[in-house]
Every structure is written in C-alpha cells, then in structure tokens.
C-alpha cells in the first residue's frame, strides 16, 4: 500500500513540478493524460467503478472503465489513481467570486452597480473580475474549479459570466459572458413586493416594446420607457430564453407570481435561495425549474424565510424538481460547497443527485452543459482527484485538473501557513532596559 | 469519548440526579435505574460554544431585535447581555438540535468594552436569561479591539484609530483601578471606625462613619476583572493587537481569557501560550474584513500545537448547529499540516476547552463522575459531514430527541407559523 501511494505521490508530484507545467508541448498534437485505476463519478448520475478518463490540451477526450488492455499512447502522462476518486470539478453558482476581495473594503468590490434604479439589467460583471483575487485559488485547491459570477443588488442586478478558477490568466479567466440574469424579488430596497413584480412586468413589456421599436426610439417618436434603453437591451436575450432569468425569491408568493410571470413571457427561468420552496415542490416540478439553495440555510432569518428547513434539497428532489447547490453570500469560503451537499445528503439527499447539484445541474441550469459539469468526451477537463468521500472532511483533494492542467495546490493561505509553522524564527521581544 | 484524552470502545455511562455517576465498561448500577440501550452511537460532553449571540441578535432580525450593541458610548461596561436577552429566539432550538448544552451569549463588538456576558445552559422551559443562566458560571466581560470600535465612532467622537482603541483601553482600567483604589480605602476608614475603641470624654465631638464613595456599576465590573474574578473575552483579530492587549492586561495585573475571532492567532501562538490566553477562532471564516484577511484552515490546529488552548466558537446561529463539523475542518487541516491532533484533542477545542474559558470547566466540558451530565449521543463519529446529534441531554434530562414524532420547534415565536409539511 505504501508503495502504491508512493508511486501515485511520484507522478502527481511530476505533474505539478514547475517542470512538467513549462514542459514545451511538442508542436502539433499536445501530449496526453491519462488517468486510472479509480471510481470516476461522471457527474451525470453515473460511476465508472474502475475508470480511466485521457486529457488532452483543455479537454477530456476519452472516457472508459479502465483495463489491462487499454489503450495507453505513446508519451502519455500515466496518473495511477490506485483507488483515489475522480470527480468533476465543482461550480459555484450566484457568486462574488473576483467582485470581492475585503466584504467589508468598498474599494474591494465590484458585484453592484450602485446607481439606485431597480433595473441594471446592463450591468456585466465580466469586465471586472479579478483574475489575480487571493480568494480564486484558496477555493480551487479545494475543488472549485468553475464559478458563475453574478452581480447583486437592486431588482434586476445584471449579467452573468463564467469563469475557470485559473488565477492570473487575466485574458482567458472568463469563459462566457452574459450568461444569465440575476434579479431579487421580495421587498427589495423597502419596496412593496407587489410594487417590484410590477416592475418587473413593466420592464419585460417595455423590452419587448423597444425591440420592436427602436428606430422609431432613436428618432424619438416612441415613449417614454421604464428602464434605460441599454438595460432594455440586455434583457432582450432573457425575452428570447436565450439565458435563464436567475431570480432569487423565498416566499411562496413572489415565487408563484415570478412562475406566472415565466410562463406569460416564456421564460427559462431559475430560482434562487427558495426558502419556502419545499410548500409547493409539485408546482415547481411541473414548470421544471431549478431551484438553486443552500442546505444550511434552516433559520427564519426574515419573514419569508419562516419554514426554512435542513431538508428541502431531498424534498424537492422527491418531487422530481431539478435541485441545485451553492453558497451565496461568501465567495471567501466556497470551498465548503461539498460540506453543503454533505449536509444535503445527511438530510435525505441521494449522494449522486447531490454531486450533480453541484456540477452538472448546475452547468445545465446556465446553459453551459455543453463544456462542463461532467466527466464526458468533449468537455472541458476540469476534474478533481480524492482521497475518499468527496464530501466528507477527511477527504482532501490529491490533484486538481483546470482545463487540462494540473494546478499548484498552493494559495495566499498556504503560505501563510508555512510561515508560521515554526515560530522559533521570529523576534523575541527585547529585554527592558534598566534605569541607569 | 469523554475529552479526557481517553475513549472507551463500548462505554456505559451512569447518571445519577443530573450527574455523571460512572464512565466505564460493565459499569454496576443499582437495581431500578433506567436503562438506554445506545449501541451503535457515540456518546461526547455536551457541545459548548465560547461566543453567541442568541437572543439579543436573532431571528428574525427584525429592526426591534437588535439589542447587543449599546453603541451610545464606547465603553459601556454597565450593560449586560442578559438584559437583553430574549428567550424565544428560533436559533436557540437549532443550537440545541446540534448538540450545544452551554454557550456564552456576549454582547456585540460596536465598543471598545461592551459589557458583560452571560454563560447560558441550553435547558427547556426558561422564560428569561436567569431561568437559563449556568448558576456556577462567573462573569465574563466582552471587549473589542480593531476595526468595529473604530468603525462606530470614527466619526462619533472616537476613538478613530487603533491607537484611540487602546489608549481607551488603558483610560478605563486606570479609572477601574482608581475606583477600586477609593473604595479600599474606604473600607479601610470603615473597618477603622467600627473598631476604634469608644471615646469615654464626654466633651468630644461624636465621631461619624465615613461618606461612602459613589457606586458605578461599570467600574465595578472592570475593577472585577482587575481583582480576577470577571473573566476577560477580547474580540480581536490580528496578532500585533492580540500582543499589545496581553501587554495592557499584564500592565494591570490580570489575563486575557480567551481572544476571540483571533484570527492571526497562528502567528503567536508562543505568546498565547505564555500568557495563559486561549484562543476561541472559526475553522475557516476569513476575508470578510481587513483584519480577518490573514485566516487560515489550519489556525486552531496551530494553536493547540504550540500549547495555547484551542477553541472553535461560532459567532453564528448557523455555525453553532455544527460546531463539531467545524472542529472537524481544523482537525483534518492540522492533520494535513503534518501536526499530531486525536480526535479527542479537537473534541476538546468544543468541550474541554471552551468550558475552562468561560470557567466552568468544574462542572461540565468533559465525561468525568461529579461533572454534570451534559451529553450528546451522535449517529456516529461526530467529525463527519453526515453527523447528527441524535439526542441531547442536560444535566441527565433529555433536551432534544432527534427521532422524536413531534420534533418541533420550543419557541414560541415560530408558534401559529408552522406549515405541516
């Protein structure tokens, strides 16, 4: 046993050496990865129980339970997984992820457009994600690899956009922008609910107004409309059910009014937080949306959140509502997603429904199923390998994979830490000196 | 597993009027005593929790709920935690459902001194702070170092900085010490005049008692913790603050009980260690605020590593549903770190620990015969994610059943809101 893991050490050790990162790639086909010999959770449902999956460049190219005689190119990198677990890397939904380094730094912060209007549908955060944010590879070396970043504030708060949780990578961190549209409902800026959904109406009809109608705005022959034209704009591909509408909502009101209004615009609809979901999984299921929540969220923190429960995730999933997973408010400490669906699964949750709560359901629910959320042929490889139950404590990540890559398992904190492992390096105080 | 540093694979545990009686294997007991069959389980001291704020920042947050922070004046030390402390808060039943038999509800960190704490008992049935108050426990003080004092009076008058922090700091132990002062000298003039031998010359004026001095409840509070009898829980972040209020303390002759937060705790660890402080940090909070940038997993581990005692608090009416998934966190990142922690060394950050900061650690914090029977029966190893508290006993009586048919909530907040599900 010893010098299995020996040997998993040696190679995992090889791949993430400076070495073989700057290893140049032979020109023309880039070498491959290969990894085997462990369960492989593909995130759809499915487990290969003895499982080999090959990387080449960013993408997963060929996935199989693993053999004696399988297929093992020539100048292949071998991973030897010995038993460790793959899964897919894990996304973060609706976070500040890159908009926030310091919560409580204004300086820091850039997830809210903070004009005061309730509509900011133009708003995209793409544009000020930090790729160099200390808190991108604190949550990958956890197996964070993807996030979907989102804007806050006001009724409609803005744009979406993707990332691959690769710090530094200034260019390439965003993956997709515009990916979906983030609103609140509820009472938003002391607002009666009933004056937001009107809002929220006014702002569809008036998008679907000045679609038809913008030459006829550009010569000012149209009137007057509730949002800025460019916001109007921007909601247009969420009219056309290009992106989903990401509305976060708890009461049982706004979120049958929100489904009402869904279905008279034809919506692609996702609802967020959804405290109070659990009262109405069968309305849910039947509109088929999926409802994003956070397990731990059980206390009657506001009125709307009174019936909050441990085990809404495996009452929803019950009522056959697609059931996704994710942290809201603290983009410091993502990594703890797979404690959430831990949490989840405690409480009743099918463990494989809760993997892909946190993967593929969620990739689905942003359009984005076609590059992630699974370990399948084509997709981008982002994947993680795990010493045990990914969910549980005792198990840590033993490599992670970021579009092909395996990253350096090393973060601002892990060198704080080995700073501070030995304390007899630093400065004792002074003696005081005597009075002469 | 009895926080001991000791565990008994197939324990029996007696308890007798509220009190352990006997922890062992194939313990005798008297013929008639109540027998639980709980194989399978794992038996651990009831859960305690260094730092809450139930009941007087609850849930509801409602505007007319917020009542830990006097911030009217930066040192407020005449106030109490207690007086605002609402019983029916929701987040008390989720506490107790996860294992929490004592915790301490502190004020908030708005001042500099906050003012007093309480050290509560997660008990059924209380209708005020002093139905649930732990009858043994001293008085803790809650002070505040950093950005929040700052914060709420920057513009308010002061203090504006840190070093505004601590000169008020030191102004209001020097007041603490003058009034002690005044008031020993009093008691020195009284016992003089009750003993002075009565004047038989008929002549002299009648001799009168001496004027007592003015009583102030603040000060007499701060001069309870220069006399050592009122337990100090600082709220402080970074290393370099931690280190000047250890120097502020030994200027004045008392100790830091335990800094909470203490976020940079890992990078003096030695220095906590030789003051006697403990440190009472989250598993993995950090990056909420300038000062609590420098977190990392491994903080408590580090800490219990140089000898310190290591706590994890919560601050959290969510973290304190799971305080042993959070020392669980620690402990694995510890493990990772290379640092030798048992399971029973990261119990003891939540058992052990903890009650010997709030200064109980007499009565409960581990399965020893005479504590009190605080107790929680898990479903298994409570260092997993799927852990549940399956039941919970205080003082031998049984709080929470997990698998009771009526599990409801005990507040009467929630009452009339239920939906049946």
């Known amino acids: 046993m010893r010098f299995v893991l020996v040997a998993i050490f040696t190679v995992l050790a090889w791949i993430l050496s400076p070495q073989a990162l700057a290893a ?5 086909t880039p070498r491959s990865t290969i990894l085997r010999g462990g369960p ?5 449902g499915r487990t290969l129980e003895r499982g080999l999956v090959e990387l080449r460049g960013d993408r997963i190219i060929r996935v199989e339970p693993d053999s004696n005689s399988a297929r093992l190119p020539e100048g292949a990198t071998i991973v030897e997984l010995n038993g460790h677990r793959i899964t897919p890397g894990f996304i973060a939904a609706q976070t500040t992820l890159g908009l926030d380094e310091i919560s409580m730094e204004p300086s820091t912060l850039d997830a809210e457009r903070t004009t005061g209007d309730l509509i900011r549908a133009a708003h995209d955060v793409s544009s000020a994600i930090h790729a160099q944010s200390s808190l991108i590879a604190v949550q990958a070396i956890e197996g964070i690899t993807s996030a979907i970043v989102s804007p806050r504030g006001g009724l409609v708060s803005g744009q979406s956009a993707w990332i691959d949780l690769l710090t530094g990578e200034h260019t390439t961190i965003v993956t997709a922008r515009r990916i979906a549209m983030t609103a609140t409902l509820g009472n938003v800026n002391g607002n009666s609910r009933a004056a937001i959904l009107a809002k929220l109406v006014e702002v569809l009809d008036d998008t679907r107004f000045y679609a038809s109608r913008r030459a006829a705005f550009d010569r000012r022959q149209a009137r007057d409309l509730s949002a800025h034209r460019l916001d109007l704009e921007a909601l247009e591909p969420v009219l056309r059910a290009a992106i989903p ?9 706004d979120m049958l009014a929100i489904l009402d209004i869904a279905k008279t615009y ?9 405290t109070q979901a659990w009262e109405i999984a069968d309305v849910l299921a039947d509109a088929k949306v999926t409802v994003i929540l956070q397990p731990s969220e059980n206390l009657p923190n506001s009125l709307d959140q009174l019936g909050a429960r441990l085990d809404t995730a495996a009452r929803l999933a019950a009522a056959g509502v697609e059931v996704g997973i994710a942290i809201f408010e603290d983009p410091h400490n993502l990594r703890n997603l797979r404690q959430e669906a831990g949490i989840a699964v405690a409480e009743g949750l099918d463990p494989k429904v809760a993997l892909q709560a946190i993967t593929l359901t969620l990739a689905r629910a942003y359009g984005m199923q076609r590059d992630y959320g699974s370990i399948e042929v084509g997709k981008i490889a982002n994947l993680v390998v795990w010493n045990g139950d990914p969910f549980e404590f005792s198990s840590s990540p033993q490599a992670v994979f970021i579009r092909g890559t395996s990253i350096p398992l090393e973060s601002r904190q892990t060198e704080l830490r080995d700073r501070y492992l030995k304390l007899e390096r630093f400065r004792r105080p002074p003696p005081r000196p005597k009075a002469p | 597993m009895t926080a001991t540093g000791m565990a008994h694979e197939r324990g029996d545990l007696y308890v007798r009027d509220g009190k352990i009686a006997g922890v062992g294997s194939d ?24 730092h809450s704020h139930i009941g007087v920042y609850p849930a509801p947050a409602f505007v007319a709920h917020q009542d830990a922070n006097e911030a009217v004046s930066p040192t407020t030390p005449h106030v109490s935690s207690a007086d605002g402390y609402w019983p029916q808060d929701p987040q008390l039943d989720r506490a107790r459902a996860g294992g929490i038999t004592t915790l301490q509800i502190l004020p908030g960190s708005a001042n500099l ?11 059924l049935g209380a209708r005020s702070a002093e139905d649930a108050r732990f009858v043994a426990a001293p008085r803790g003080l809650k002070i505040a170092c950093g950005e929040n004092p700052k914060r709420t009076y920057g513009e308010k008058g002061g203090p504006q900085t840190r070093m505004g922090n601590m000169a008020g700091f030191r102004r209001a132990f020097e007041q603490a010490r003058a009034y002690a002062q005044k008031w020993r000298k009093y008691r020195e003039a009284l016992a003089a005049f009750e003993h002075a031998p009565l004047s038989t010359e008929p002549t002299s004026e009648p001799k009168l008692p001496p004027d007592p001095p003015d009583h102030d409840l603040g000060l007499e509070a701060l001069a309870g913790v220069l006399a050592g009898n009122v337990l100090v829980h600082n709220h402080c972040y970074r290393a370099d603050e931690m280190i000047v209020m250890m120097e502020i303390a030994e200027s004045f002759g008392f100790r830091i009980r335990s800094f909470h937060h203490a976020v940079e705790a890992y990078k003096i660890a030695d220095r906590l260690a030789a003051h006697g402080a403990s440190a009472s940090v989250w598993a993995d909070w950090w990056g909420f605020k300038a000062e609590a940038f420098d977190g990392i997993r491994e903080n408590a581990a580090l800490v219990h590593a140089a000898s310190a005692k290591a706590i994890i608090h919560s601050d959290s009416a969510i973290g304190i549903q799971r305080l042993n998934q959070e020392a669980a966190k620690a402990m694995f990142a510890g493990r990772r770190a290379g640092l030798d922690i048992s399971d029973d060394d990261a119990l003891q950050w939540i058992t ?10 007499a009565w409960v914090g581990t399965l020893e015969v005479g504590k009190q029977a605080d107790l929680v029966v898990w479903n298994g190893t409570p260092f997993s994610v799927y852990a549940k508290a399956m039941q919970v006993y205080v003082e031998g009586d049984l709080v929470y059943d997990r698998t009771a048919p009526r599990n409801r909530p005990t507040n009467d907040f929630e009452a009339g809101f239920e939906v049946t599900p």
Request: aromatic share 4%; net charge negative.
């Open chain 2, 352 to 361: 052990a620990n903890p009650a010997w900061a709030l200064g109980v650690d």
């Open chain 1, 24 to 28: 140049p790639r032979p020109s023309g």
């Open chain 1, 266 to 274: 034809d919506l692609d609809l996702v609802l967020v937080g959804a």
């Open chain 1, 245 to 253: 509408l990401v509305v976060e909502a708890h009461r049982v009101s």
């Open chain 2, 113 to 123: 001194i906050g003012g007093s704490t309480f050290t509560m008992k997660t008990y």
């Open chain 1, 40 to 44: 492989v959770d593909l995130g759809n």
């Open chain 2, 27 to 50: 313990l005798s007991v008297p013929s008639g005593t109540t027998v639980i069959d709980v194989s399978g389980t794992v038996i651990t001291p009831g859960l305690i929790d260094t």
